[in-house]
């Protein structure tokens, strides 16, 4: 794609025509010379039949000097004029979110009461594996990070743009790897932390998924309290209750508590107990938390005024040694001449 040319300062232009008028407005100076003063002048003229000149002479340029005064001042006023053209386009993208999924890793995640696309029974865990990838597909722009808690809370990826790389490491998480129990506390905890100290999340929408399948069996931070510090921080948490906790004689999940985490920080709360309720939740929070990410093209402006200035020194440099060495040739020429005259 041509690139358009166009000028910052266009009215330099209106200069170009001035070394016409200062040439006409203002003749070159005339150097005098020494002149004999004859009574009989026009006997001379007549005998000599040479035509009378003007006691003065004036320097004239070479057609080549003409052409380079051309030339510099052309290129002067261009470069004055700030002559500029369009690169090529360039994309500016703008995040969006800062969204920490927080996925518990307790024991019970290993029930297999879910199905896959095919309807083969998997565990709570991959069936959210599964369910994440197309969730993440669709948060374009978000920076993504990932908090894994069971007995303790722990960071598996700090807050990242590429999801790829997340993916790849919620891969590798496996069924209490983080241990046997839920602290869920600690978990929403340690995700207000991570925002606090993350300097891009201070102008950005934080949001927190967590994702579990049982009550918080002993966190240093109730969950309740750790909600209300995360409304009072402006971070809102959606919670997924996975499973139905019978399924494994853990005590019913108590659905009040995550409501009121999720209503006390502006989020919603969700109960999948298969897999097609799981989606549906992501789903919603998709619709909630819709993407914020724009992108924008633009094309720099490219200055080419140094050029001009460019071609003129180089121009001047290179009549300036030609002038040179025609003057020292020239020298040399006279030299063995005025030698012999003396000898």
């Not at 374009?140 to 990070?145: A, E, P, Q, V």
Request: glycine share 6%; proline share 4%.
């Amino acid at each position: 794609m041509m690139s358009s040319l166009e000028f910052a300062t266009p009215n330099w232009f209106w200069i170009l025509p001035l070394p016409i008028l200062v040439y006409f407005l203002f003749p070159a100076y005339r150097t005098k010379q020494t002149a004999i003063k004859v009574p009989f002048f026009h006997l001379l003229i007549e005998a000599i039949g040479e035509e009378p000149s003007e006691g003065a002479t004036q320097l004239k340029a070479s057609w080549w000097q003409r052409i380079a005064l051309v030339v510099a001042w052309g290129c002067l006023v261009m470069a004055l004029a700030q002559p500029k053209v369009l690169g090529e386009p360039q994309t500016r993208e703008s995040m969006g979110r800062d969204v920490m999924v927080a996925v518990d890793l307790s024991g019970s995640m290993s029930e297999q009461d879910f199905s896959d696309a095919q309807g083969h029974k998997v565990n709570r865990l991959d069936a959210a594996k599964m369910v994440l990838q197309d969730f993440v597909a669709q948060r374009k722009g978000d920076r993504l990070g990932l908090i894994l808690f069971g007995d303790a809370a722990f960071i598996q990826t700090p807050f990242t743009a590429d999801h790829d790389a997340w993916l790849t490491l919620l891969e590798q998480t496996d069924v209490s790897m983080a241990g046997e129990s839920t602290h869920l506390g600690d978990a929403i905890g340690l995700a207000i932390k991570t925002f606090e100290q993350s300097q891009h999340s201070q102008d950005r929408q934080k949001v927190v998924i967590v994702l579990t399948d049982g009550n918080d069996t002993g966190s240093f931070v109730e969950p309740l309290d750790a909600a209300k510090v995360a409304a009072a921080k402006g971070v809102r948490i959606h919670v997924i209750a996975m499973g139905d906790p019978s399924t494994v004689g853990e005590q019913a999940m108590d659905m009040d508590v995550i409501n009121h985490i999720a209503s006390t920080t502006g989020g919603k709360a969700y109960q999948a107990k298969d897999s097609d309720g799981l989606k549906q939740a992501y789903a919603s929070i998709n619709d909630l938390e819709p993407q914020l990410y724009e992108s924008t093209t633009y094309r720099p402006k490219i200055s080419l005024q140094h050029y001009f200035v460019m071609v003129v020194l180089v121009l001047y440099t290179c009549l300036f040694l030609i002038a040179t060495v025609r003057r020292v040739g020239a020298a040399r020429l006279n030299t063995p001449a005025q030698e012999k005259e003396h000898v």
